[in-house]
């Protein structure tokens, strides 16, 4: 799968650790977050993970910041994401089942390493249900067309 990482500066370290996981993994790998520490703004990060995965330039998102929280926010702005934050793997997992969430975000001052490593792997593995699940996905995209006008 093509997946498209970014983080702002409190997520560098985490983000390199998650890169490793997932190339081991064969998967390709965009990184289209900050490389360095110094302080930036998550909103910037949030939307390229989103605007990636929206285009299909890449098949799922993963977006890290101190919360993931924020960063979570501003993918979620735009059209076609499913940003979802998860800090443990049964989230992770039920946010695709369940929520067909395209973007996974946590957040590097909240999990360490080895969680982080764990939600990441069970998210990939989990498949969307579909069925009754497909009909709530398909209400909550119905609020962004009316909320957001159709394409
Ligand atoms: C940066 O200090 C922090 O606010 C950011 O990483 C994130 O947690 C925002 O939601």
Redo the contacts with the bound molecule.
């Keep these: 799968m093509k997946i498209a990482i970014g983080n ?1 500066h ?1 997520a560098v370290e985490l983000k390199h650790i998650i890169v490793d996981l997932l190339e081991e993994k064969g998967h390709t790998v965009l990184n289209l977050g900050t490389d360095t520490e110094e302080s930036c703004d ?1 909103p910037v990060y949030g939307e390229r993970v989103g605007r990636a995965v929206a285009s299909g330039q890449a098949d799922l998102g993963i977006a890290i ?3 993931g ?3 979570s926010l501003a993918a979620n702005k735009v059209r076609g994401v499913r940003a979802c934050v998860c800090s443990e793997p049964y989230t992770a997992v039920m946010s695709r089942r369940h929520n067909d969430a395209n973007v996974l975000c946590f ?1 590097a001052r909240v999990v360490g390493s080895e969680m982080a490593k764990m939600i990441v792997e069970q998210w990939l593995d989990a498949e969307f249900e579909g069925g009754r699940h497909q009909r709530r996905v398909d209400l909550i995209m119905e609020i962004e067309r009316r909320e957001c006008g159709e394409e």
């Design positions: 702002d409190t998550y910041c101190g919360t929280l924020g960063i957040g």
